[in-house]
């Protein structure tokens, strides 16, 4: 990689789940306490620097530009999807930890986005997001269909204690899979 590289991350799941104020946490954004429910039509994409990890392979440190697509919860802008999907290196999938159907709806929207994108078990988590800022009373439970994933309880109220170290450690590995799978490239090419 090379400064400015561009990490494509993706926020998924159902409407009302708290995508974009978890994006606009994540990237530092002011409107952090929107004010009623305003649904994003379609994607927003939100950008920012980030320190990458170390790559064990290269020396020095770099920085990355985060690019976080926040894609609505509605499924009548699907047929924008796939080139949403296209170039995506991980996805954050986002349910209302407060509301049974969506933990339900979760494997459906993986099924879509996650598995159609081609992007590894290892290259998503979920954030069991809860919404009124109620105290985190523990794991979330997935689906046993998505016991692959690892999954953080989150809250706006717990940010500093919940959403970013969740981000932290989803990003550091999946920077680490990127590097891996860049070395895996660089030495078919070789040989």
């Known amino acids: 990689m090379f400064k400015g590289s561009l990490i494509k991350i993706l926020l998924i799941g159902p409407a009302q789940s708290g995508k974009s104020r978890l994006a606009n946490y994540i990237a530092d954004r002011e409107d952090i306490s929107q004010n009623g429910y305003r649904p994003t039509a379609g994607v927003r994409i939100l950008e920012f620097e980030k320190e990458a990890p170390k790559n064990p392979k290269r020396p020095g440190s770099e ?96 940010g500093n204690q919940t959403i970013h170290p969740a981000f932290e450690k989803f990003f550091n590995s999946l920077m680490l899979s990127i590097y891996e799978k860049q070395e895996k490239e660089e030495n078919r090419l070789m040989n």
């Open 63 to 158: 920085k990355v530009i985060v690019e976080l697509w926040d894609m609505s919860g509605d499924t009548k802008f699907d047929s924008c999807w796939p080139a949403i999907m296209k170039d995506a290196q991980g996805v954050i999938c986002v349910y209302n930890a407060e509301n049974p159907k969506h933990e339900q709806e979760l494997e459906w929207w993986v099924n879509q986005i996650s598995k159609k994108a081609g992007i590894a078990a290892a290259q998503n988590v979920v954030f069991a997001h809860h919404l009124t800022g109620k105290a985190i009373k523990g794991q979330s439970k997935l689906p046993k269909s998505l016991s692959s994933l690892i999954v953080h309880d989150t809250s706006i109220e717990e």
